[in-house]
């Protein structure tokens, strides 16, 4: 049974920093693409942060680019997002999901996601 776990979240102040984690268990991160979603209320799921099988090419949404950096360890079978420069518009439910595809390049669409964590609530005050 796939199970992916978000960790990290919380309520921290604009202009600060968090790390969410994503612990998964029945895939192998390191044949795996993972992608980092959020979701505010009233707002459809978005894509933030993507992350190869390979760890070579990562995708970034124009509002969270040289703030948010994806990664992942292998070893651990753990993927990360850490998030600095917080802004209170960053607020949302972060997602971590893993798709199997595309063997090349990315993918930014949710519905190729198959697995996916709870859930983990982020808030930026002003």
């Known amino acids: 049974q796939v199970k992916l776990v978000e960790s990290g979240g919380g309520l921290v102040q604009a202009g600060g920093s968090l790390r969410l984690s994503c612990a998964a268990s029945g895939i192998t991160f390191s044949i795996y693409t993972v992608g980092w979603f959020r979701q505010a209320p009233g707002k459809e799921r978005d894509i933030v942060a993507v992350l190869n099988w390979s760890g070579g090419i990562t995708y970034y949404v124009d509002s969270v680019k040289g703030r948010f950096t994806v990664s992942k360890d292998n070893a651990k079978n753990m993927a990360y997002l850490q998030m600095n420069s917080l802004r209170p518009e960053d607020t949302a439910v972060y997602y971590c999901?893993?798709?199997?595809?595309?063997?090349?390049?990315?993918?930014?669409?949710?519905?190729?996601?198959?697995?996916w964590g709870q859930g983990t609530q982020v808030t930026v005050s002003a």
């Open positions: 999901a893993a798709t199997s595809l595309p063997k090349v390049g990315v993918t930014t669409l949710h519905t190729m996601y198959g697995y």
